[in-house]
């Protein structure tokens, strides 16, 4: 047998069978490679259970019961209390938890588990306070009081019967798998053999062994998604130099003097980084974070201004024909006084201006392009494109940032990505990895603290559609946002107000009847949109429903209410987003919440919301409840391609797998020929994903 061994099918293993294999097949094992890669997510650990007559306070141990009672309670000021209580060789030991009402839907009375945490005596009996839990199921083999893999399982296939085919795949085929870290790289980084840590993972002795086998494997994943990110970075700077736009005193001081206020020290610090690179020669690749409204785009219409002071054309692309429009009018008025020539180009354009757009792009008259993603098609020739404003990258595809070095000119232009959703670290090192990370941290000048409240029944909601009235008379605007535009049959029976046409027909016939109700949402033509927003914006209607499309870029500072309807539905940081359009002026802001969700995962994000205000920190909670892809809301796009590791989980190594792996690129030691397996590999993972080139 050789390599080609693991393409083999797992038919053929000892004990699989037709039947069986097709089982597998449920869980995507096909061959005998899949299955020494469908790694268990946890271990059973059943090699040092104590009995509850031999338990010690404060010492970390395991103890193995049967779940004979379960009860929660709320106690003073609305907290949750659970208790699990289990049969321990004759002695009650209890598990308690605070303010996690779900758990005691994990436990069924009957069940065999095993509490790990430090116990403490209470009332003569042994407590664990949140202890880790593992139901220990009917397994077979726990009288052997081993470390036992826990696999996925598809119905038809037990536990134990996956252990021992995954047992006999490991020992006869892991010779075969092939490493593609050389010893010497591997004693660098601090890390055992390929087949070493596979053998570790799905047959352990020790927790110990598992953990370094799996770090193992988390590490690889991590490593060689760094490498491609490393990869990506090198090509781009060595596919020719960038212009150099330098900024003298006298451009920063012409350019400063067109904003109405002054610039804060976050902006500054920005400005600084970003006027580095522009003037470097090599092209800039730049993430630039902040909370809304902290000035973003004041700091990319300063790049801007110092593009075209040098010479050069420059381009803002936004994601939405409402978001571009937003920009161009902030960033027409802010250039009312100035001679740079611009202009607005979205898909809705028409044919003879658009002609006339693309003539003056292509002769270099204009200067500054605004625009939808028209500004990409391949009919857009730029004469000297000097900076690309990309903002709300996550919301385009991941491949689209690069399109605009793929021109005729010898000079690639510099790439500034902007995000007003504050991005987990973790993320910023993975999905923007390829990029340098600029961060203004400064809170909004004058921005105040949005009151947020959760409204959860019937009652709740008349008395926050009454407070709403009041601020209403007194002059002020709101938000009414819906996750969808129409409601389905399951809403309407359920409850009407689930869509934002709906929300309109109820609001303006009903409760607002007395006010000016206007709707926007995504299907409406770009005129109708812009044409809601500018009513909106002038104060002639003073209640805006709509479904996300405010949820970037729009900016009316007498708008004070933001309703969120079924709040659950969005991803924190979403939310934050939403709620993050009021309070843009000089009054109080109030956001609510509409959910009857009663999920955990609801209940935690939702709770945090009320409590939080930072957006980074809101990011990070968010990153820990639901996961990379929903948190930018983009998990079509959004997926990290990646096998094993956990983002929030894995900082750490992330961290270390970056710095080991730009340093591998950046020294040049990753093009000697004993790393092309390693090369190979990256390119297989992640070449498609990350646009890379296939060679250097």
Same mark, same amino acid.
């Given at each position: 047998?050789?390599? %080609?061994?693991?393409?083999?099918?797992?038919?053929?293993?000892?004990?699989?069978?037709?039947?069986?294999?097709?089982?597998? &097949?449920?869980?995507?094992?096909?061959?005998?490679?899949?299955?020494?890669?469908?790694?268990?997510?946890?271990?059973?650990?059943?090699?040092?259970?104590?009995?509850?007559?031999?338990?010690?306070?404060?010492?970390?141990?395991?103890?193995?019961?049967?779940?004979?009672?379960?009860?929660?309670?709320?106690?003073?000021? +609305?907290?949750?209390?659970? +208790?699990?209580?289990?049969?321990?060789?004759?002695?009650?030991?209890?598990?308690?938890?605070?303010?996690?009402?779900?758990?005691?839907?994990?436990?069924?009375?009957?069940?065999?588990?095993?509490?790990?945490?430090?116990?403490?005596?209470?009332?003569?009996?042994?407590?664990?306070?949140?202890?880790?839990?593992?139901?220990?199921?009917?397994?077979?083999?726990?009288?052997?009081?081993?470390?036992?893999?826990?696999?996925?399982?598809?119905?038809?296939?037990?536990? #134990?019967?996956?252990?021992?085919?995954?047992?006999?795949?490991?020992?006869?085929?892991?010779?075969?798998?092939?490493?593609?870290?050389?010893?010497?790289?591997?004693?660098?980084?601090?890390?055992?053999?390929?087949?070493?840590?596979?053998?570790?993972?799905?047959?352990?002795?020790?927790?110990?062994?598992?953990?370094?086998?799996?770090?193992?494997?988390?590490?690889?994943?991590?490593?060689?998604?760094?490498?491609?990110?490393?990869?990506? $970075?090198?090509?781009?700077?060595?596919?020719?130099?960038?212009?150099? /736009?330098?900024?003298?005193?006298? @451009?920063?001081?012409? @350019? $400063?003097?067109?904003?109405?206020?002054?610039?804060?020290?976050?902006?500054?610090?920005?400005?600084?980084?970003?006027?580095? %690179?522009? &003037?470097?020669? !090599?092209?800039?690749? $730049?993430?630039?974070?902040?909370?809304?409204?902290?000035?973003?785009?004041?700091?990319?219409?300063?790049?801007?201004?110092?593009?075209?002071?040098?010479?050069?054309?420059?381009?803002?692309?936004?994601?939405?024909?409402?978001?571009?429009?937003?920009?161009?009018?902030?960033?027409?008025?802010?250039?009312?006084?100035? $001679?740079?020539r611009r202009l607005l180009l979205t898909g809705g354009l028409p044919p003879r201006e658009r002609r006339e757009a693309l003539g003056g792009i292509a002769d270099g008259s204009v200067s500054l392009v605004v625009g939808t993603?028209?500004?990409?098609?391949?009919?857009?020739?730029?004469?000297?494109?000097?900076?690309?404003?990309?903002?709300?990258?996550?919301?385009?595809?991941?491949?689209?940032?690069?399109?605009?070095?793929?021109?005729?000119?010898?000079?690639?232009?510099?790439?500034?990505?902007?995000?007003?959703?504050?991005?987990?670290?973790?993320?910023?090192?993975?999905?923007?990895?390829?990029?340098?990370?600029?961060?203004?941290?400064?809170?909004? *000048?004058?921005?105040?603290?949005?009151?947020?409240?959760?409204?959860?029944?019937?009652?709740?909601?008349?008395?926050?559609?009454?407070?709403?009235?009041?601020?209403?008379?007194?002059?002020?605007?709101?938000?009414?946002?819906?996750?969808?535009? !129409?409601?389905?049959?399951?809403?309407?029976?359920?409850?009407?107000?689930?869509?934002?046409? !709906?929300?309109?027909?109820?609001?303006?016939?009903?409760?607002?009847?007395?006010?000016?109700?206007?709707?926007?949402?995504?299907?409406?033509?770009?005129?109708?949109?812009?044409?809601?927003?500018?009513?909106?914006?002038?104060?002639?209607?003073?209640?805006?429903?709509?479904?996300?499309?405010?949820?970037?870029?729009?900016?009316? *500072?007498?708008?004070?209410?933001?309703?969120?309807?079924?709040?659950?539905?969005?991803?924190?940081?979403?939310?934050?987003?939403?709620?993050?359009? @009021?309070?843009?002026?000089?009054?109080?802001?109030?956001?609510?919440?509409?959910?009857?969700?009663?999920?955990?995962?609801?209940?935690?994000? /939702? &709770?945090? /919301?009320?409590?939080?205000? %930072?957006?980074?920190?809101? &990011?990070?909670?968010?990153?820990?409840?639901?996961?990379?892809? #929903?948190?930018?809301?983009?998990?079509?796009?959004?997926?990290?391609?990646?096998?094993?590791?956990? /983002?929030?989980?894995?900082?750490?190594?992330?961290?270390?797998?970056?710095?080991?792996?730009?340093?591998?690129?950046?020294?040049?030691?990753?093009?000697?020929?004993?790393?092309?397996?390693?090369?190979?590999?990256?390119?297989?993972?992640?070449?498609?994903?990350?646009?890379?080139?296939?060679?250097?």
């Amino acid at each position: 047998m050789n390599a %080609d061994s693991l393409q083999q099918s797992v038919q053929f293993l000892r004990g699989v069978g037709p039947d069986r294999m097709k089982l597998l &097949a449920n869980l995507g094992i096909v061959t005998v490679g899949d299955l020494l890669w469908t790694l268990p997510r946890d271990v059973l650990d059943l090699t040092n259970i104590r009995p509850a007559s031999q338990l010690r306070t404060g010492e970390l141990q395991t103890v193995r019961g049967t779940v004979v009672d379960r009860d929660g309670r709320t106690t003073g000021a +609305g907290r949750t209390l659970v +208790g699990v209580l289990i049969d321990s060789d004759g002695l009650y030991v209890r598990g308690l938890w605070f303010n996690q009402p779900w758990m005691i839907h994990k436990f069924q009375v009957g069940e065999s588990v095993l509490f790990s945490g430090k116990p403490k005596r209470h009332a003569g009996r042994w407590e664990f306070s949140h202890p880790r839990v593992q139901s220990i199921g009917d397994t077979d083999t726990e009288a052997r009081r081993e470390i036992l893999p826990v696999y996925p399982l598809t119905e038809g296939l037990s536990q #134990d019967q996956m252990r021992r085919i995954v047992r006999m795949a490991v020992e006869q085929f892991v010779e075969f798998v092939p490493d593609p870290l050389p010893a010497g790289l591997r004693e660098r980084l601090g890390v055992c053999g390929l087949r070493q840590a596979i053998c570790e993972l799905h047959l352990p002795k020790t927790i110990a062994e598992f953990e370094a086998g799996r770090r193992r494997l988390i590490f690889d994943d991590l490593f060689e998604f760094q490498l491609g990110l490393a990869m990506r $970075r090198r090509s781009w700077k060595t596919r020719g130099a960038a212009p150099a /736009l330098p900024t003298t005193a006298k @451009i920063d001081a012409r @350019i $400063r003097r067109l904003f109405p206020f002054t610039f804060t020290e976050g902006q500054n610090q920005a400005v600084a980084e970003i006027s580095r %690179d522009l &003037a470097s020669g !090599e092209a800039m690749h $730049r993430l630039l974070q902040a909370e809304v409204g902290a000035g973003k785009t004041a700091v990319a219409l300063y790049a801007i201004l110092v593009t075209v002071a040098a010479g050069h054309q420059a381009v803002f692309m936004a994601p939405t024909e409402v978001l571009a429009n937003q920009h161009w009018q902030t960033i027409d008025a802010a250039l009312a006084h100035s $001679r740079v020539r611009r202009l607005l180009l979205t898909g809705g354009l028409p044919p003879r201006e658009r002609r006339e757009a693309l003539g003056g792009i292509a002769d270099g008259s204009v200067s500054l392009v605004v625009g939808t993603q028209a500004v990409i098609q391949k009919d857009v020739a730029f004469a000297k494109l000097g900076l690309v404003v990309i903002d709300e990258q996550h919301k385009f595809g991941v491949m689209q940032r690069a399109v605009f070095s793929k021109g005729n000119s010898e000079l690639s232009p510099h790439v500034l990505v902007m995000t007003a959703t504050p991005i987990p670290r973790s993320l910023c090192l993975t999905q923007f990895g390829d990029l340098d990370l600029t961060t203004i941290v400064d809170t909004p *000048p004058g921005r105040q603290k949005v009151i947020t409240s959760r409204v959860t029944d019937a009652a709740m909601r008349q008395r926050a559609w009454e407070f709403i009235k009041e601020q209403l008379t007194k002059g002020r605007q709101a938000y009414v946002v819906c996750p969808r535009i !129409e409601a389905t049959g399951e809403d309407l029976s359920k409850r009407p107000a689930a869509s934002a046409e !709906e929300v309109f027909k109820l609001l303006s016939a009903g409760t607002f009847q007395n006010f000016r109700v206007g709707l926007i949402h995504g299907r409406l033509d770009s005129d109708l949109k812009a044409a809601g927003m500018e009513a909106f914006s002038n104060g002639k209607i003073d209640v805006l429903v709509s479904t996300t499309v405010v949820e970037v870029g729009i900016d009316v *500072p007498n708008a004070t209410i933001m309703v969120i309807d079924e709040a659950h539905r969005f991803g924190l940081s979403q939310l934050h987003q939403l709620r993050g359009r @009021i309070s843009r002026g000089k009054f109080q802001g109030y956001c609510f919440l509409f959910s009857d969700a009663q999920s955990p995962e609801a209940q935690r994000r /939702l &709770a945090a /919301l009320e409590t939080l205000s %930072d957006g980074f920190k809101i &990011a990070e909670a968010d990153f820990e409840i639901r996961g990379p892809g #929903d948190v930018l809301g983009t998990r079509q796009h959004g997926d990290l391609p990646l096998r094993v590791a956990d /983002l929030a989980r894995d900082e750490a190594i992330l961290k270390e797998a970056r710095a080991a792996a730009f340093d591998l690129v950046r020294s040049g030691e990753f093009d000697r020929p004993e790393l092309a397996p390693l090369k190979i590999r990256v390119l297989e993972r992640f070449g498609k994903a990350l646009d890379l080139p296939q060679t250097g």
